[in-house]
């Protein structure tokens, strides 16, 4: 099993810039394919990004492609999320998650959720 803790999320305007994180801890950390997920209320968690454990192979949403960048330190245990070029759309609850699969290419199967972290984009 392991722990997920986001952090990083924030209140800002339209094209500025935030870099989420996320700790792991538990086991191996490079075992897990990582992802980002978000969800707004009232909707279902929508897939943002993933990467394979060891980073050579990312997956965006259309909605993100260009403006997000997917990478993982797996010395730190960590997965991070650059989001530049952030817009009012992109405000949602931004949620880290571990699918088990270390290889599994797309948008993932996740078995392990952090709790998220609030991110708002102001126009």
């Known amino acids: 099993q392991v722990q997920l803790v986001e952090s990083g999320g924030g209140l800002v305007q339209a094209g500025d810039s935030l870099r989420l994180s996320c700790a792991a801890s538990?086991?191996?950390?490079?075992?897990?394919?990582m992802g980002w997920l978000r969800q707004v209320p009232g909707k279902g968690r929508e897939f943002v990004a993933a990467?394979?454990?060891?980073?050579?192979?990312?997956y965006y949403a259309d909605s993100v492609k260009g403006r997000f960048t997917i990478s993982r330190d797996n010395a730190e245990n960590t997965v991070y999320l650059q989001m530049n070029s952030l817009k009012p759309e992109d405000t949602a609850v931004y949620y880290c998650?571990?699918?088990?699969?270390?290889?599994?290419?797309?948008?993932?199967?996740?078995?392990?959720w952090g709790q998220g972290t609030q991110v708002t984009v102001s126009s």
């Open positions: 990467i394979n454990w060891n980073g050579a192979n990312t």
């Open positions: 538990g086991r191996t950390f490079s075992s897990y394919a």
């Open positions: 998650a571990a699918d088990r699969d270390p290889n599994r290419p797309g948008i993932g199967l996740y078995s392990y």
